[in-house]
């Protein structure tokens, strides 16, 4: 979600979440931005302030919206990271190996790691973390999409038992961990949250503990007052890279974040539509402020295909036909995005800019419909699209979508809103006939949009789209040893899935983004994420 409760707050743009896809799998480890040796400094100073919304959940297990994952990653660690340059790092194990027949990863932990009071952290707290998340009493969303390659973690997801049996302690520092078949993007999966390792002893204090979590990252939980602030302050214990700020106060639901910044109450704010021509004025007192951040992001429309009239792959290819994105682009979002006619955005491996978009083609879609079972746009059965937001209030660019398929196919769309803080984790039971969604890379490889998105029964295929040709070439490009090869499998079956219309992608983004002139360090990376521990203050 490209901050979708930031958008709300606005009241004219609700947008659809973007949640929270290798480059190449390491035997050794390299420098990472959370554990280098040296500590930024002795003592923390300054205070940066920034706006924010209440997270649905700090617990990693099932935190499955960026916004949760935005203080998740301040406060937890997991065995790996991702570091600057977006390749797998060393967190809490410092090495690695991996068999010769790429199944079994062997983790050595660093010794010097504690929880935020002061326990040292062991392999045993790993193997209790992983089996809480597979705990089908939990109900994790995300653990079987990132750790379902683990021999024996979805057997405990189906309560078969208890024990994931492919992850061994062999001793307090030494982890083994076996997974079902040669995976190129295993590592990545371990560096989303789910993998964080958590305290048993905290988990034991009752269903709520995460609101006073004892994690191991750089900053410490010091208070939070639902709808009000949120405040972190730097871990003195953290053991590697230690914050140079004391604090970091996120300022909850406190008004346009814009005007805010303009007021000095804030020290960064991301941008808007509305705001555009302001920031973007050379002669304006914003512009040597603006920084833009690329970022690994697909903003979509989805169909619900198992019911009418969406199940109809024509249909869906009608409806995505009808939509002239290059107007909406211009007009409702100012050209602050770029057109998506396939799923992998610009920047991620396997990124095809010659994927072959359906197009916008009015004439081909009315043909399209008429050809069809129902024959008329009259015809078509009541249709329903789900968003997220309150009040019936919808973005400006889905109001465009909808006028367009009224103005093109003569199609009536009706809005049902749910609850932002639902939305995600609810869709998929929730949803009609179609809804908005959107995708930040989790690890950067074309897996965690086109497996994770795409495959029969993945958790998070909301339209539960399913192509057993998908399916198999899926299962191909994850073993094939040759990266090349492998990439090359990914874009066709990018295309496939294009072609069969699975959803109607719509653009990619950037973040733009204010960052006053006292701060220094700050920067979003193409996961979307800020490594607060490298922010520091500098002037007032």
Known sequence: M????????VLVMSCGLLLAACTKTSK??????????????????GTLKLYGTDPYTLDPAVAGDV???????????????????????????ENWTISDDHLTYTFHLRHDVTFQDGKKVTANDFKYSWERAADPALGSQVVGPYMGDIVGVRDVMAGKTKEISGVKVLDNYTLQVTINAPKSYFLFELTYPTADVVDKANVDTGATWWRKPNGTGPFTLKTWQANTSLVLER???????????????FLLWAGVPMNLYETGQIDVADVYTDYIDRVTDKAGPFYSQLQVMPELNF?????????????????RQAFSMAIDKDKIIDISLRNMVSRADGILPPGIHGYNKDVKG??????????LIAASKYGDASKLPPIVLTTSGYGGLISNYLEAVITQWRENLGV??????????????????????????GWIADYPHPADFLDVLFRTDAENNYGEYSNPTVDSMLDQAAVEPDMNKSLLLYQQIEQIIVNDAAVIPLWFEDNYVLVSSKVQGYGINLMGFTWLNKVRIVGK
């Not at 935005?70 to 194990?93: C, H, K, M, T």
């Not at 003195?236 to 604090?247: C, P, S």
């Not at 295909?305 to 199940?311: H, Q, W």
């Open 235 to 249: 871990n003195d214990k953290f053991y590697g890279a230690k914050a140079y700020l004391q604090e970091v106060q």
């Open 358 to 367: 359906l197009g916008f083609d009015v004439a081909k879609a009315k043909a």
């Open 299 to 315: 903003s979509w429309i989805g169909f619900n295909t198992t019911k009418p009239p969406f199940d109809d792959p024509s249909i």
């Open 412 to 437: 009536e769309v009706t809005v049902r809103d749910l609850d932002p803080e639902r939305y995600v984790y609810h869709l998929q039971e929730e949803k009609d006939n179609l809804f908005d969604m």
């Open 2 to 9: 490209k901050k979708v409760i930031m958008l709300l707050l």
């Open 67 to 93: 916004n949760s994952h935005d203080y998740i990653a301040q406060i937890f660690n997991g065995l790996v990271q991702l570091d600057e340059n977006l390749n797998v790092a060393p967190d809490i194990a």
């Open 28 to 45: 050794t480890s390299t420098t990472s931005p959370t554990s280098t040796a040296t500590p930024s400094s002795s003592t923390g100073s």
